[in-house]
């Protein structure tokens, strides 16, 4: 499948140059052997079956540090720009169903220091996902929720996905409007793989990212001509198609893709309890479409400079199902909201250049612009239509980010790397519309534009002290400028990475990560506060990894701490303020083992305390925060082109706050409101298990024509991951996909 081999399709061709550093100039000066042969003992090597003796040395943390010079975070030009360079190609801890049990370290030290998973696009295929959300659902400290938004969410390590940064191919794609994201965003046949970094990432990433930095690398071309295309239906209302293409040569490679989702609704558990709101399993207010264009083209204009450039158009409507228990049936409940998405497009375009001025130096600017429009309605029930009482509202909305940066590498003796990164973005929000509140059902008409401006730089060095230890240090600091104030603040991590023994590594990290408010912290009408402070988080990491070659198996346990302070949520009158100091500490472990060349199984363990310490807190709880979650994933050939894949997840110990007691409601009942505290109720959501099946069976030779099919939730379970937002119940998808 040449589409979905973009890192080892790139070191193939034999008239590529590698940027500074790479295997190509290595054995231009002196490394030994050509870029041709060492590009083939690489692509042969990731192709191989893996055996009971495949599994790698974790002791290996740094001695390929030297054929790397790449900075990071990479826009990687495999992607918008297709391809050229090595740069972090080799798999991190790769998870999901193709990881064949086995892990690769990444040559990047700043990428050994912490944990950085990855899930490839054969992998994404195998476990049948369809959206981003899907596909990172098992890795451990994630926690994938749906809620009153109608759109899914990441949190990470107990913090939200606001503050979790979003990269495509290295450049951020949250909202400017509240700095989420929509993980739907990206269709999946456009991913060439997700590379998910916890705790503490490089600061060349900027500020956000406090939680994690999720970089999507997307697809380029193999050389020649190639395409697929994949249709599915099931549901019970719901079908998908999509499509994609791509050429590759010497010196160009262009990919281009388009789909369409289209579901009307989804059903409920049989066992559902039915209620005023959802009086019958067909989800009220569920439907989704869903339309994407994408396209990416790179040119080699000598051995030396490299150019890219991606654009990306998504368009649609959706509605956003409503609570399933009213406001005044539960003091856990909140306002009912009857809204749609009536339309939304968005477009995105970034371009990307790569220069080597030597062998050890680098440059690569970048410049990007995303826009959003999305028109919201609000309405006063069940009927969808009218908007004259209390809640109802209609607002056309636009938001816009641009800017660019520029990375500057440079390569500093035997494995020791310096990167400067210069950033700049602006970031517009404008709306207008009416609302009605209170109980004489006002309408207020409104009309508003802000824009705000980011400017950051920052300085990592990584380094390979001995032959089995390394260490990264980095610093920054970024400034947000508001209409009538700025703020600012410093960055940094600092990692290290021993290798105790050639079969076991210990690595450890603390990060100091910052995330500014947003235009809707600090403008929107009846939430807004313009004198927020920027949230800080202290992130701790320590963590051990222990490959088990005489089972084929590698095992992972990591201890993470995160001190919060002044973390952004809105009190229970819907003000946003800063809170004290949240703190969320836990464990998470990871099996990736391969008993046979036929069955790859992972399985993984996440232990999660979560407290709001605020002195005036209404309670020690967070809400929407697991304890407790483990998954399995098991991959399984059974030959004659017949393979099967299954998933458990099982979630526990998540609460949900009243909206009653404290001095703040959103996050933990409380902590900086300045209010003397009241006790808050708190109730545990029930504990659930999800088990999904997918097949698929090959009905021409390598899969040129290949049937799927998959049953999600097989055992129909009742579960929500908030409170009055049940999930959906048992549901069939059949499909056909081909390749040329």
């Known amino acids: 499948q040449p589409e979905f081999s973009l890192p080892e399709v790139v070191v193939k061709e034999p008239k590529r140059q590698p940027a500074a550093g790479s295997p190509a100039s290595a054995s231009q000066n002196g490394g030994g052997g050509s870029s041709q042969t060492q590009a083939k003992k ?14 790698p040395s974790v002791a290996s943390s740094s001695s390929n540090m030297d054929e790397e010079a790449l900075p990071l975070p990479e826009p990687e030009l495999t992607s918008p720009a297709s391809g050229y360079g090595l740069a972090n190609s080799a798999t991190r801890n790769a998870v999901g169903p193709g990881s064949a049990g086995r892990s690769e370290i990444s040559s990047r030290i700043v990428e050994q220091v912490t944990t950085v998973d990855e899930v490839t696009a054969v992998q994404i295929q195998q476990s049948g996902a369809k959206t981003l959300d899907e596909a990172i659902n098992l890795l451990p400290g994630l926690y994938v929720r749906n809620g009153a938004d109608g759109v899914p969410r990441i949190d990470i390590r107990g913090l939200r996905t606001r503050n979790v ?48 930095v999720i970089n999507i690398v997307t697809k380029s071309a193999a050389p020649g ?12 209302k719901r079908h998908r198609e999509s499509v ?53 083209m790179s040119y080699e204009a000598s051995p030396w400079s490299q150019f890219g450039l991606s654009i990306g158009y998504r368009e649609g409507e959706y509605g ?73 509202l209609h607002e056309d909305a636009s938001t816009d980010i641009w800017g660019g940066g520029v990375q500057l590498a440079y390569k500093m003796g035997q494995g020791n790397l310096l990167t400067l990164a210069l950033d700049g973005r602006n970031e517009g929000w404008d709306s207008d ?31 390979r002290l001995t032959e089995r230890l390394s260490g990264v240090v980095g610093g920054g600091w970024a400034s947000q400028h508001r209409d009538q104030s700025n703020d600012g603040d410093y960055t ?65 346990v990591a201890l993470f701490r995160i001190d919060a302070k002044d973390f952004i949520e809105a009190d229970e009158n819907g003000i946003v303020q800063n809170y004290d100091q949240y703190r969320f500490q836990g464990v998470e472990t990871t099996l990736r083992w391969t008993p046979t060349d036929r069955l790859q199984v992972l399985a993984g363990y996440t232990f999660m305390d979560s407290k709001n310490r605020s002195a005036d807190a209404g309670t020690k709880e967070l809400q929407n925060r697991p304890e407790h ?69 090959d009905l021409l030779p390598d899969g040129k024509a290949q049937l799927f099919g998959r049953v999600e939730n097989i055992l129909d379970e009742d579960y929500e991951h908030s409170f009055g937002f049940p999930e959906p119940g048992r549901s069939a998808y059949v499909g056909l996909r081909a390749k040329f």
Do not use: C, W
Request: proline share 4%.
């Open 629 to 697: 979650k483990a998954t399995l994933s098991l991959n399984y050939v059974l030959g004659h082109g017949l393979a099967v894949n299954a998933s458990y997840l099982y979630i526990a110990g998540s609460k949900v706050l009243a909206r009653t007691g404290g001095s703040g409601g959103g996050g933990g009942g409380g902590g900086g409101g300045g209010n003397t505290p009241t006790s808050t109720p708190v109730m545990q959501l029930g504990d659930y298990h999800v088990v999904n099946l997918g097949m698929s069976y």
């Open 244 to 296: 994609t293409a791509s050429y590759g040569s010497d010196k160009v490679k262009m990919f281009g893709s388009a789909s369409n989702y289209d579901q009307d609704y989804f059903n409920l558990s049989d066992d559902f309890n039915t209620t005023t709101l959802q009086s019958r399993r067909r989800r009220v207010n569920s439907d989704r479409e869903d339309r994407s264009l994408y396209a990416n």
């Open 320 to 392: 956003k199902p409503v609570s399933t228990v009213a406001q005044n049936e539960s003091i856990f409940a909140r306002r009912t909201r009857f809204e749609r998405v009536d339309d939304y497009d968005s477009l995105s375009i970034q371009g990307t250049a790569l220069f080597k001025l030597s062998p050890n130096f680098t440059v690569r600017p970048s410049l990007f612009y995303n826009k959003l429009n999305e028109l919201t309605n609000g309405f006063d029930d069940l009927t969808f239509s009218t908007q004259d009482k209390n809640g109802a």
């Open 165 to 212: 940064q979003l990269l495509l191919d290295g450049v951020p794609m949250n909202s400017t409007f509240d700095g989420q994201f929509d993980p739907r965003a990206i269709p999946v046949e456009n991913i060439a793989r997700i590379e998910v970094t916890r705790g503490g990432s490089s600061v060349l990433y900027g500020p956000g990212g406090n939680a994690a």
């Open 42 to 55: 690489k692509v042969a090597k990731k192709k191989k079956q893996p055996s009971p003796d495949a599994v």
């Open 225 to 236: 001509l190639h395409g697929t295309a994949e249709a599915e239906v099931g549901g019970p």
């Open 433 to 463: 519309g009416f609302s009605v509140s209170g109980s004489k059902n006002k309408r207020t008409d409104f009309d508003q534009s802000h824009d705000i401006q980011v400017y950051s730089t920052a300085l990592e060095y990584e380094m």
């Open 492 to 556: 940094y991590l600092a990692g290290l990475r021993y290798a105790i023994t050639d079969l076991t590594a210990l690595r450890g990290s603390v990060a100091r990560k910052i995330r500014f408010p947003t235009l809707r912290d600090l403008f929107e009408v009846d939430r807004g506060n313009p004198d927020l402070n920027t949230e800080r988080t202290q992130n701790y990491e320590i963590a051990i990894d222990q490959a088990l070659p005489s089972i084929n198996a590698l095992f992972t």
